[in-house]
């Protein structure tokens, strides 16, 4: 999946440093990411004055986000699926999540004065003492079963993304991940579940998530979708030798399906 860089090392924590001109910028619009007409990253040596903060390192590099717009080429944001070599999409997608961060909380939210960067941890703070995190929504993933397994219900959203998914959404105020399984699951294709197991996880900086994979078996009697025609235009049983989706080495719902047509163990 997308944040398995192999080879390289990820490390997160904070540090209040400033870039060289040599320094990697990172440098987003809102669905874009600027990147020189090679795709190669930017550095901070031909930048003008725009505002930086600090990201994170992968390896022994520094990357930093730009929070200016740039006079770069820009490429659609889903350029981080087919980048090469794999572990750029990564980098991509992680600054992507950082950069909507500090665009999207320029004011305080309790005062409304300007709010800056912290200069101690990866946050923003007010003079008022308001002090904001970024934000990380959890959501789930849901390989949804048939009373044998032998078949699994694939979606498409009615919006947006236009291959096969499968049911998910985002957890709500008070719901454990478990029971937003069950409520997603009936919501979106009218039927109830049982035995929810988990299976792994996965970070979406999209969408600014953490994505959570569970299977879970149906437990009526009535296998017949109940589509919700707001959110899907469709969804429907698929068995193994229908699916003829590839894994992307990208996202967690794309292994999820090759790991069922697979017909590997599904009772984790």
Partial sequence: MIQDILGHKYNLAYKNIKPNDDSIVLCY?????????DKSFIKYSDLLNEKIVFG??????????SLDDVGFTSYPINLFREIEPRYLGFIIITGYHL???????????????????????????CTCGNEVFPTIAPAVIIGLLNKDHSKIMLTKYRIGY??????????????????????EVMEEVG?????????????????????????????????????????????????RDEIEILDDGVSLTREMIN??????NIDL
Avoid at 56 to 65: A, E, H, K, L, R
Avoid at 259 to 264: L, N, P, Q, T, V
């Fill in 29 to 37: 619009k809102k669905g874009y990411v600027c990147l020189n007409s």
């Fill in 56 to 65: 994170f390192m992968v390896d022994d590099v520094s990357y930093f986000i």
């Fill in 99 to 125: 950069y909507n961060f500090y665009v999207n909380n320029k004011y305080c939210a309790r005062c409304g004065k300007l709010i800056r960067p912290s200069v101690k941890i990866r946050s923003l703070k």
């Fill in 162 to 183: 236009n291959n096969y998914a499968l049911v998910a959404g985002y957890n709500e105020i008070g719901e454990t991940l478990e029971d937003t399984v069950r409520r």
């Fill in 191 to 239: 039927l109830s579940v049982k035995n929810v197991r988990y299976y792994k996880s996965q970070p979406w900086g999209l969408s600014g998530s953490v994505l959570s994979g569970f299977w879970a078996d149906i437990s009526d009697l009535d296998d017949n979708p109940k589509v919700d025609l707001e959110e899907l235009k469709l969804a429907k049983w698929a068995s």
């Fill in 259 to 264: 790991y069922f047509k697979s017909g590997k």
